[in-house]
């Protein structure tokens, strides 16, 4: 029986190391494939890069808006990640607090909006109507509540003791000193769930972008390059700048230029996970038994 219920575990082993390099090779292989050279790339990669280069890279810094448009994601996705993790956290306590009136009506309301959406004709007039566009708050004002994310919220703050804020009530504490001393610092493994949903999402949005912005020094890192990601070909001839120069040897090709503006588009997003981890799981895992 021992050998077997080995037996078991290795070939269970074995299935989830094939399964997980699978899923990580991808990943990988765009990786290497950004920093080789692309002209011996070209003939194939397996596990190792082919000639180290920065050819790519340099290709594509030597743009004269990527910088500004980097800076605008990022502001992007550190504004708007923490105005929605508050609002929504907020809004979430607002539902739970026994003294707001007509809360119950409120709250279906929010929800009735995930179910039915108005489309892109009325969304777009709207946000004429509010004056967004050409303007950076276009990117924080529309996604500074979220549904989905107030329901996640709402089911982890019903699952605290409702003694720890009845005590507060009772030594003379207000709603907004309950929600920033007490609501907050206990809501941490949800507030870091909904901030990985929220950063990824503004980091990977472009399509606001694309509908209400004309003005070049508002433009998101996420449209930039997806323009130059169907022109990668001219993206291309623009290392054969430097024929004149003497760096004949390594010239950018077409889909090294593509691998390369996946890995800036989704490098920086990936590595906020393994900070966010442990609360990303637990936060899941609470709302999960609750609801």
């Known amino acids: 029986m021992k050998n077997r219920h080995l037996l078991f575990r290795c070939i269970n082993g074995l299935i989830f190391l094939i399964l997980m390099l699978i899923c990580i090779y991808p990943f990988y292989y765009v990786f290497i494939y950004s920093f080789s050279d692309p002209g011996q790339a070209a003939r194939g990669i397996t596990f190792w ?11 594509l810094f030597k743009l004269n808006d990527i910088g500004n448009a980097f800076l605008i ?7 708007g990640t923490v105005i929605t993790v508050i609002c ?3 809004f979430a306590y607002l539902m739970t607090n026994r003294y707001i009136w007509g809360k119950k009506i409120i709250y279906r309301f929010v929800i009735f909006t995930m179910y039915i959406s108005a ?15 050409n303007s950076f708050l276009l990117y924080i004002i529309p996604t500074a509540l979220s549904a989905y994310y107030v329901i996640l919220i709402k089911t982890y703050l019903e699952s605290l003791p409702e003694s720890l804020i009845e005590a507060a009530e009772v030594e ?6 309950i929600f920033c001393q007490i609501i907050l610092p206990l809501s941490k493994p949800i507030l870091a769930t909904i901030a990985v949903f929220s950063a990824v ?7 606001d972008n694309l509908m209400l912005v004309t003005n070049p020094k508002l433009q998101t890192l996420q449209l930039i390059l997806y323009n130059y990601l169907n022109q990668a070909q001219v993206l291309a001839t623009m290392s054969q700048r430097d024929l004149s120069r003497g760096a004949a040897v390594q010239l950018a090709t077409p889909r090294s230029i593509q691998v390369t503006i996946t ?5 920086p ?3 906020v996970y393994p900070f966010m981890q442990k609360y990303f799981v637990k936060g899941i895992m609470i709302g999960a038994v609750k609801g």
């Open 49 to 59: 890069p082919r000639g180290f280069s920065l050819i790519n890279y340099k290709t």
């Open 88 to 90: 929504c956290t907020f």
């Open 119 to 133: 489309g892109i004709i009325p969304w777009y007039l709207l946000m004429g109507r509010l004056h967004l566009q």
């Open 201 to 207: 999402g503004q980091w990977n949005s472009y399509f």
């Open 73 to 79: 994601s990022t502001l992007r996705t550190i504004l």
């Open 172 to 177: 003379g504490a207000g709603l907004i000193k």
């Open 263 to 267: 890995i800036i588009t989704t490098l």
């Open 269 to 271: 997003i990936m590595l």
